[in-house]
C-alpha cells in the first residue's frame, strides 16, 4: 500500500519528517485554535486491523467479547481525551486499481498456504511472525464499531481518497492509518497507527513539510513524485527505465550506498529540475516504454487531487474529476470476482484436505 520505499526513506534518511507527538496534547490545542469544534481523528480502519486483533488463538478466530473490549478499550482512550474517531472502511476496489489489487491477492494465497503448511508438519498454529488477518474481520469489526456508537463509513471510492477528502473538508486534527498515500494527499497531518502508544496517546507524525523540503520538491509535485516511484495506479515498472536513467546521472555526483535512497533523491532531482507545467510532464511521458499508456501519470496525478485541488502538471482541460455515482464506481466484473473466489475457496479447501485430523 502506498508509495513504494517511502516509509523507510521518511524514517530513516528524512531528518525531521517523522516526530513523536502527543494526540492529546494536540487536542488541546486545537479545541483552542477552533473554539466549540470537537477535534477529530479520521481513522483508516484496514490499516489499523492489524493492531486491533490479537489474540492468541488467531488461527482458530480467537474471542469476539474480547476483541469488542479492545476496541471499546481504544474508542475509549480517545474519548477521555476529548477526540472523536471517525472509522473509515473498504466498499469497492476501483478498475483502475484492480491489477495491483489481484497481485497482492495472489500473494497472501501464498501466505496462506505456508500458514496451513507449518500446521501440517508441526500440528499448531503458527506464531504471530506469521500473521495473516482472517477473513471478515474487516466485515465484524464494521459492526463492532457500530454496537459501540461509533460513526463508521465504507467507503463508495478509493477509501484512502475519501479518508484524506474528509480530513481535509472537516478540518480534522489527523488521519490515524499506515499507508504512505497519506503523505501524498494534500490533507490533514497524517499519524501512524502501528507507533501508537495507546496509554500515553503518543504516536509518530509524519511531515509533508520536511519531506518536501529534503526532496527540493513543492508540495503540488508529490503526486508525480509519488507516480514516478510506483504505486497502485501506477505500476512500479510503468516507470522502470526513467528511474535507471535517473539513478545513472545522479549517482555520479552521490556516494550513498543506499540503492532505494539514491533512487528516490534522483527522481526528485529530476523533477525539480524541468518545467513544472503540462509541458514537463509531456517530456516525462515520451520517457515512458513503448506501447504503453502514455497518460497514465496524468491520471495517477489527478487520483492524488482532492475536491478543488489542482495540479500545476495537468493541462486546463485535464481538471478535477468529481466524485462518482453509485453506478459508476462499480466497475468490477462480476464473473471475474465469482472466478476469482472460486478459485481461492478451491485453494483452501485442498490445502485444509491435506491437514491430517
Known amino acids: 500500500m502506498g508509495v513504494k520505499g517511502l516509509l523507510s526513506f521518511v524514517t530513516n534518511a528524512c531528518p525531521g519528517a517523522s516526530t513523536m507527538v502527543n494526540l492529546k496534547e494536540m487536542a488541546e490545542n486545537q479545541r483552542s485554535s477552533y473554539p466549540g469544534c470537537p477535534p477529530v481523528i479520521v481513522v483508516d480502519a484496514m490499516s489499523c486491523l492489524r493492531q486491533w486483533y490479537t489474540p492468541e488463538s488467531w488461527v482458530c478466530g480467537g474471542q469476539w467479547r474480547e476483541y469488542l473490549s479492545h476496541l471499546d478499550n481504544f474508542i475509549n482512550t480517545f474519548t477521555a481525551a476529548g477526540i472523536k474517531l ?65 460513526e463508521v463509513i465504507c467507503s463508495l471510492q478509493e477509501a484512502d481518497y475519501e479518508v ?17 498515500d497519506y503523505l501524498i494527499y494534500d490533507t490533514s497531518p497524517y499519524f501512524s497507527i502501528n507507533k501508537l502508544c495507546l496509554d500515553r496517546l503518543e504516536t509518530v507524525m509524519f511531515s509533508r513539510q520536511h519531506l518536501c523540503s529534503r526532496l527540493g520538491l513543492n508540495i ?126 478451491k485453494f483452501l479447501f485442498i490445502s485444509c484436505s491435506m491437514i491430517p485430523l
Not at 164 to 175: H, V
Open 220 to 345: 503540488t509535485d508529490l503526486p508525480l513524485f509519488a507516480c514516478l516511484l510506483g504505486t497502485d495506479t501506477v505500476p512500479e515498472n510503468a516507470a522502470a527505465g526513467f528511474r535507471n536513467q535517473c539513478v545513472a546521472s545522479f549517482c555520479a555526483k552521490s556516494h550513498r550506498s543506499d540503492k532505494r535512497t539514491n533512487t528516490i533523491l534522483a527522481v526528485a532531482n529530476y523533477i525539480s529540475m524541468i518545467p513544472h507545467s503540462y509541458n514537463g510532464l509531456r517530456v516525462l511521458e515520451e520517457m515512458l516504454p513503448l506501447g504503453s499508456d502514455k497518460s497514465i501519470l496524468a491520471k495517477g496525478i489527478q487520483s492524488y487531487l482532492l475536491p478543488g485541488q489542482q495540479s500545476p502538471w495537468l493541462s486546463c482541460d485535464f481538471s478535477h474529476s468529481p466524485a462518482a455515482s453509485v453506478e459508476q464506481i462499480m466497475p468490477l466484473s462480476l464473473d471475474q470476482e465469482i472466478f476469482q473466489v472460486t478459485n481461492l475457496l
Open 86 to 150: 471517525v472509522f473509515y472502511f473498504d466498499g469497492v476496489v476501483e478498475q483502475k486499481k484492480r491489477d495491483e489489487w489481484v497481485k497482492r491477492r495472489l500473494r497472501n494465497n501464498k501466505e496462506i498456504a505456508k500458514i496451513f503448511q507449518f500446521i501440517k508438519t508441526n500440528k499448531q498454529q503458527p506464531g504471530r511472525q506469521m500473521f495473516f488477518i482472517p477473513s471478515g474481520l474487516s466485515t465484524f469489526t464494521r459492526f463492532a464499531l457500530k454496537s459501540l456508537g461509533q
Open 164 to 180: 484524506a477528502t474528509y480530513g481535509l473538508q472537516n478540518n480534522c486534527m489527523g488521519i490515524l492509518g499506515e499507508d504512505t
